[in-house]
Each structure stands twice: as C-alpha cells, then as structure tokens.
C-alpha cells in the first residue's frame, strides 16, 4: 500500500484526474451558461479558475504519484466551487436561479467535510491535501463575497472576508516568519464555517440586506479575531534573525 491507501501497482494518470475535472467543469460550466444565458465573460473566468488550480497541481503534486482518493474528492467539489465563484460576479443576473446557485453553494458546504472522511478512511492524509483543501475554501469564500455584493445585500466591506486570506499570504513573502506552520484549531476551522454559512445564506432570495449585513459583519469581526490570534502566535515564535 502506498501513502494514498492504494496498491503500488494502481496508479492512475494526474492527466486524466485532470481530465475528468475538466470534463466536470465544462458541463457545470455549459449547463450554468446555458440557464442564465451567460456572456464569454463567465466562460473565461471558469476556465481560468480551472486552468490556475490544474497548474497548481501540476506544480506541487508529483506526476509519479497516484492523486489518492481524498483528494479526488477535493477535484470534485473544485468543479463545482470553480462555477459557482466564476458565476458569483453576475448573482443578480440569476432571478430565479438564484435558489439553484443557493443550493449548489450549499452542497459545496456539504462536500468541504467528505474529502477528510475519505482521507482517515484510507490513511492518505498529506499536507498537500490540507493545503488543497484549505485554499479551494479561501476561493470560494471570495467568490461568494463577490456574490453578496453584486446582490447589493452588503457593501464593499464584505469582500474582506474573501481577501483576508490573501493579504496573508501576500504579507508573508515579506514577512518569512508568517511561513511557519500553524498548529490545528478547531477555532479556525469554526470561523472557516461559518463565513461560508453566513455567506451561503446571504445570497438566498428570501434574506434582506440588513440581517445578511449583520451576520456577515459578525463573521468578519470573528475572522479578524482568528487571524489576530495566529499573527500573535507566529510572531512570538519567529527567528529573531529573521528581519524580514
């Protein structure tokens, strides 16, 4: 058995992972476009999600290796947070569907848990894994931050809870000591939840801008806390030495 739970002489191709996640994300993609009768526009942004997170795995994960069964869950619930992101900037444009967009974005909630059911199951947890998984939900929080504000049900503000991630990590090319690894935290992953709870809610038809406002405000004071509380961690640990 190799680290993915999987016989040594079972490897399947990544370029065919890869494939059938294009396949996933063409036909979501198509059916989306099709629906909402949707520009280029949508098309470009889809397939430039998709392209970005297949070089990425390209990039960190070794082609000699099989892509295990967990994270083949994560490429499935990609597909669908690629479409859903791509289409957040024209929520408003849904009407009806926006109800479909709502249970979709819930499904994809669902989902979040079943690639790390699959990875204890099969003893195939990995920190590529982890990482894979942690910024496919950074991704689709800022997607449907975008959705709440094309929908008018928030203001700019609200984007703060998709971009806090990335300042992070645009931060810590500057700051090398924001690199070292951070212990689990089940706070982290509670304030993880509930952004995209408080997000998935916000965009359904039926919630009005001021209850969707203050829950989303709520979030974000609790996502400020988190990070505040894992900066504080990294920096009493960090290299004195490391000056940048």
């Known amino acids: 058995m190799?680290?993915?739970?999987?016989?040594?002489?079972f490897r399947v191709p990544l370029a065919l992972d890869l494939a059938w996640g294009f396949g996933l994300v063409l036909i979501l993609g198509l059916a989306a476009g099709w629906l909402a009768?949707?520009?280029?526009i949508f098309h470009a942004v889809t397939w430039l999600l998709y392209g970005t997170v297949a070089g990425s795995i390209m990039h960190y994960w070794p082609a000699a290796r099989?892509?295990?069964w967990a994270n083949r869950a994560t490429l499935l619930r990609t597909g669908l947070v690629v479409v859903l992101v791509a289409l957040a900037p024209f929520?408003?444009?849904l009407a009806g569907d926006l109800w479909l967009y709502g249970s979709l974005a819930v499904l994809a909630l669902i989902l979040d848990g079943f690639d790390g059911k699959v990875a204890r199951a099969t003893g195939s947890q990995s920190d590529f894994g982890a990482r894979f998984d942690m910024e496919l939900d950074a991704l689709f929080i800022l997607g449907l931050s975008v959705a709440v504000l094309a929908l008018d049900k928030a203001?700019?503000?609200v984007l703060a809870l998709?971009?806090?991630?990335?300042?992070?990590?645009?931060?810590?090319?500057l700051l090398h000591w924001l690199n070292t690894p951070l212990p689990e935290s089940f706070r982290r992953k509670t304030v993880c939840v509930w952004?995209?709870?408080t997000l998935v809610v916000a965009v359904l038809p039926p919630v009005n801008s001021l209850f969707a406002s203050t829950t989303l405000a709520?979030?974000?004071?609790?996502?400020?806390?988190?990070f505040y509380l894992d900066v504080r961690w990294l920096y009493r640990r960090r290299d004195p030495n490391d000056i940048c």
């Not at 979030?219 to 988190?226: E, F, G, R, T, Y």
């Open 195 to 197: 952004q995209i709870v």
């Open 155 to 157: 203001g700019l503000w």
């Open 91 to 93: 929520a408003d444009q």
């Open 162 to 173: 998709g971009m806090m991630r990335y300042a992070f990590v645009a931060a810590s090319v």
């Open 66 to 68: 099989d892509f295990g």
């Open 2 to 9: 190799d680290s993915n739970g999987q016989s040594a002489s």
């Open 37 to 40: 009768d949707l520009s280029l």
């Open 218 to 226: 709520t979030a974000l004071a609790l996502l400020a806390w988190s």
